[in-house]
C-alpha cells in the first residue's frame, strides 16, 4: 500500500500502476472537501516518492465519481478575505499540476457523475475513459462562481474555446458521448469494460503508441487561437450569454473573460488569471445566496428522501378531472414512468387532457428529448376513463377538479367508494382546506392535499399539505409519488392558501394599495422585475387569471381578515368586472396578441388603464403619487416576506430553508436573492423592522412586523443562524 486514508487509498497493482481509488468513507458518495484534499496532497507526495511506478490511474470505489467540493464548507470559506481564497486556489493548483507533471502517464477511469472539482481532477490526467451512463461537467456558473481549480484553463485546451464556454457557462451536466465528441475523454466503454479500458491506455502510452507528452504540452501552453479567432470565439459568446443569463448573474460573463485572459498565456499564469475571479465572484451576494439556496435545496431533499423510505408503493395512480390541470398531471406522472388512470365525466374533457399530454410530449421530441416509440410508450401510460371500472387496483388519486369546496367533497366521497381501503386520496386545490374537504370521507387518515403549480411540466414545487387528521403513511406516499414525478415537495399544515398563496397575496396587497395611490402599474412591473422577478405583480395576475386572484384572494382576507380584507374595490376586482380576466381571454391589465410562435404576448392597453384610473379617483387621490424604485420594492417586498416569517412562526412550514425554497420554486421569487427570509436576513432583522414600522405607520396591519420578529431584531438574531454573514449586506 502506498497510501491509506478516510477517503482515498494508492496500491501498486503488481505492474507499476499506482491505482488512487476514491471511497470516502460513512459518505454515500465522493466529495472534494478540505480534509480530501489534504489526503490528495498526502497521496500524490507519497506517489512521486515511490519508486518503479510506470503509471497512474485514479478511479472511484462509489457509484458516482466526485460530485464536486464540499458545498457545505463555501460560507466559512468564502467568508474569508479575497485573498484568502486566492492562496486556497493557488495551493490547489499547484497539487492538480504535481498530478498533471508525473514522470509517466496517467488516465481517470470516470464510472459516474464527476462534476465541478471532480472534473476538473480528470482533466489533470493525460488520459480519461468515461462509462456509457457517466455524466461530466463544470456546474460553478450555477452558484455564483467559476470553475477554480483548473476548469477554465485545461477545459478550452482540450475541447476547444467554443465547447469550453458553452460547458462552462451554461453549467451544464454532459452525457458521455458528448464528452467524446468534444474532446474532453478518449473513449467511452461499458461499465464492466471501464478500468481494463484506463489500464490498457497507460500500457499504449509506456509502449509510444499514445502521445501523452504532448498532450501535457497542450494542457501547459497558450490556446491555439489567432486573434480574429479569439475575438470571434469571446466576443461573440459574452453577447449571446450575456442574454441569457441577465444582468443578476455575472459569473457565466466573468467565466469567458477568465478563458479569453488566460488564452495567450501558460497554463500558471492563466491559473492565477482563474483564482483571482474565482476569489472576487466568492465575495459576491449573489454566490451567498445560490449556495445556501442549493443547501437549501438539499435539506429538501433529505427530508422527502426520509418520506420516501417511510412510504408504500405507489405504482398506478389516477387523476379526477382530465382538461389541461389533470392532463398536465397526467402527462408528468407517465413521462416518469407511473401509470396513470385520467378519469372525467365527458369524452371532451378527456380529450382536452390527453391533447394537452400529447402537446408536451410532441414538443419533448422536437427537442430531441424523447424518441417516437417512447411518446407511444409514455402515452399508453395514460388509461382516459369515464368510470371508476378499475379503480380498486389504484395506490393514490389525485383530484383536480374545479376549485369549488362542494363539487371537489362530493368526487372525493364518491371515488373513496371506488377504492381499496388503503389507497391514499390527494386533493389539488390551491386554497380549500384539507381539514374541511376530509370532513366528507370516512377514512380522512388516508387523505392530504397536493397542490401542483401551473404549467405542471414546469414548475417544480408540490405542496403536500398535511389536514387536522392526515396520517403519516398518507403524506409519506403523497410525498414519494411527487418525487417519482420529478417534483420537488414539501410538507406543510392546513391555513387558508397553505404557504405560497398565502405568501403571495399580501404582495399582490401591496400591489393594489400602490396601483390605488397612483402608481403606474406598468412601472411597477417594470421595476419587479428588475428587481429579478420574472414577471411583475400585473403581468403574473394576469397570467393567473383575474377570477382565480378574485377567488384566492376572498379565502385570504375570510382566513386573514385583519390583514387581507380590504373595505375599498381594487384593481384586480374592478378588472374581474369588467370581464378582463387575463391571458385566459386576451385582456387584464394588459391586451394579449399572438406572436411569430402563437404563444400571448403583452401588449399596452388604454382601457386597463383607463379602469385604474377610476379606482384611484374612488379612492380619493389628487393626483398620482411619484414612487421612487426602492419605495416600490419596499412596499411589495415588505408584505411578502413578513407573511413567510408567520408561516414559519404559525408551524406551516417547518424551516427557513423549507420556506425559501418554496417561494423559488412555486412563484420564482428571484433565486439569487436567496429567498425571502434570506432577503430579510441580507437587509439586518433589526433594519427590516424599522423599514416595516414605518410603512405599517402609513398603510396599516399589512406591514406590521410581528413581536417574535422584533424580539428577533432586539437580540442580534437571524434566520440562518449557522451562515456567515452575507458580505454585501
Known amino acids: 500500500m502506498i497510501y491509506q486514508g478516510n477517503a482515498l487509498s494508492v496500491a501498486n497493482n503488481g505492474d507499476g500502476v499506482a491505482i488512487l481509488t476514491l471511497d470516502l468513507q460513512g459518505e454515500s458518495i465522493n466529495k472534494l ?21 510506470r503509471g497512474l490511474m485514479i478511479k472511484s470505489a462509489k457509484d458516482a465519481f466526485i460530485v464536486g467540493a464540499d458545498i457545505t464548507e463555501f460560507h466559512g470559506m468564502f467568508a474569508k478575505d479575497e485573498a484568502f481564497l486566492f492562496d486556497m486556489n493557488q495551493e490547489i493548483h499547484a497539487l492538480f499540476n504535481a498530478i498533471e507533471d508525473l514522470p509517466f502517464p ?19 490526467t493525460d488520459f480519461r475513459v468515461m462509462a456509457e451512463k457517466a455524466q461530466i461537467g463544470l456546474p460553478e456558473t450555477k452558484l455564483g462562481i467559476v470553475p477554480g481549480w483548473g476548469g477554465c484553463v ?17 453549467g451544464t451536466q454532459n452525457k458521455a458521448d458528448a464528452a467524446l465528441k468534444n474532446g474532453v475523454v478518449d473513449a467511452v466503454v461499458p461499465l464492466e469494460r471501464l478500468e481494463a479500458a484506463a489500464l490498457d491506455m497507460l500500457t499504449k502510452a509506456n509502449a509510444g503508441e499514445l502521445n501523452y507528452q504532448v498532450r501535457r504540452e497542450e494542457k501547459r501552453g497558450p490556446l491555439k487561437l489567432n486573434a480574429i479567432e479569439q475575438m470571434m470565439a469571446f466576443e461573440t459568446a459574452k453577447g ?33 488569471i482563474e483564482a483571482k475571479a474565482f476569489a472576487k465572484l466568492a465575495k459576491t451576494d449573489v454566490c451567498f ?34 382538461g389541461i390541470m389533470g392532463g398536465g398531471i397526467a402527462y408528468q406522472s407517465a413521462y416518469k414512468g407511473t401509470p396513470i388512470f385520467m378519469k372525467d365525466i365527458k369524452d371532451k374533457a378527456i380529450e382536452l387532457g390527453l391533447k394537452e399530454a400529447r402537446k408536451l410530449l410532441s414538443k419533448q421530441v422536437e427537442r430531441g428529448k424523447l424518441t417516437t416509440e417512447k411518446l407511444a410508450e409514455t402515452l399508453s401510460n395514460i388509461r382516459p376513463t369515464l368510470s371508476y371500472g378499475d379503480f380498486g387496483e389504484v395506490d393514490l388519486v389525485v383530484e383536480a377538479v374545479v376549485e369549488n369546496p362542494k363539487i371537489k367533497g362530493g368526487v372525493l366521497a364518491e371515488v373513496e367508494k371506488q377504492v381499496d381501503e388503503k389507497t391514499i386520496l390527494t386533493s389539488n386545490t390551491s386554497t380549500i382546506s384539507i381539514t374541511q374537504l376530509a370532513q366528507n370521507l370516512t377514512r380522512p387518515e388516508n387523505f392530504c392535499g397536493m397542490h401542483f403549480f401551473n404549467p405542471v411540466h414546469k414548475m417544480p414545487l408540490v405542496e403536500v399539505i398535511r389536514g387536522e387528521k392526515s396520517g403519516d403513511a398518507a403524506i409519506a406516499a403523497t410525498v414519494a409519488y411527487a418525487r417519482k414525478m420529478g417534483k420537488t415537495p414539501i410538507v406543510v399544515n392546513d391555513c387558508p392558501g397553505f ?95 399572438e406572436d411569430r410562435k402563437g404563444k400571448p404576448k403583452k401588449v399596452s392597453d388604454d382601457q386597463a388603464h383607463d379602469l385604474v384610473k377610476q379606482v384611484v379617483a374612488e379612492n380619493h387621490v389628487a393626483k398620482n403619487q411619484e414612487f421612487s424604485d426602492e419605495e416600490i420594492i419596499a412596499r411589495m417586498m415588505v408584505p411578502l416576506c413578513l407573511e413567510t416569517v408567520r408561516c414559519l412562526e404559525d408551524d406551516i412550514v417547518g424551516t427557513p430553508a423549507e420556506a425559501d ?12 436573492r436567496g429567498g425571502a427570509l434570506r432577503y430579510i436576513d441580507a437587509q439586518g432583522v433589526a433594519e427590516f423592522v424599522a423599514l416595516a414600522d414605518r410603512l405599517s405607520a402609513e398603510l396599516g396591519p399589512l406591514y406590521a412586523p410581528t413581536d417574535k420578529l422584533r424580539e428577533m431584531a432586539e437580540k442580534g438574531e437571524r434566520f440562518y443562524a449557522s451562515d456567515a454573514q452575507s458580505t454585501q449586506a
Not at 162 to 167: F, H, K, P, T, V
Open 154 to 170: 485545461r477545459l478550452p485546451r482540450l475541447a476547444g474555446a467554443d465547447n469550453a464556454i458553452e460547458w462552462i457557462a451554461g
Open 240 to 272: 449571446y450569454v450575456a442574454g441569457k443569463a441577465g444582468p443578476h448573474y455575472p459569473a457565466p460573463i466573468e467565466a469567458i473573460k477568465v478563458i479569453q485572459k488566460g488564452a495567450g498565456e501558460s497554463r500558471e499564469r492563466a491559473q492565477a
Open 661 to 672: 425554497i418554496a417561494l423559488i420554486y412555486g412563484i420564482g421569487f428571484p433565486p439569487f
Open 499 to 593: 404557504l405560497v398563496n398565502r405568501i403571495l397575496f399580501p404582495y399582490f396587497g401591496g400591489f393594489s394599495l400602490l396601483v390605488e395611490q397612483g402608481a403606474d402599474f406598468e412601472r411597477v412591473d417594470k421595476v419587479m422585475e428588475k428587481f429579478g422577478w420574472p414577471m411583475g405583480p400585473a403581468y403574473l395576475l394576469d397570467v393567473v387569471g383575474m377570477d382565480t386572484a378574485v377567488h384566492a384572494n376572498e379565502v385570504m382576507a375570510e382566513g386573514f381578515p385583519e390583514r387581507m380584507a380590504r373595505d375599498s374595490k381594487t384593481a384586480i376586482q374592478v378588472m374581474f368586472e369588467n370581464d378582463r380576466l387575463g391571458q385566459k381571454n386576451g385582456k387584464g391589465f394588459y391586451g394579449y396578441e
Open 33 to 53: 472537501s478540505s480534509a480530501v484534499i489534504r489526503e490528495l496532497q498526502d497521496a500524490i507526495k507519497n506517489i512521486q516518492a515511490e519508486q518503479g511506478l
Open 289 to 322: 445566496n445560490l449556495v445556501g439556496l442549493f443547501l437549501n435545496d438539499q435539506l429538501v431533499k433529505k427530508k422527502g428522501s426520509k418520506y420516501e423510505k417511510q412510504a408504500m408503493a405507489v405504482e398506478q395512480t389516477a387523476v379526477l378531472g382530465a
Open 106 to 124: 496517467s488516465v481517470t477511469a470516470i464510472n459516474g457523475l464527476a462534476l465541478g472539482g471532480g472534473c476538473e481532477l480528470t482533466l489533470t
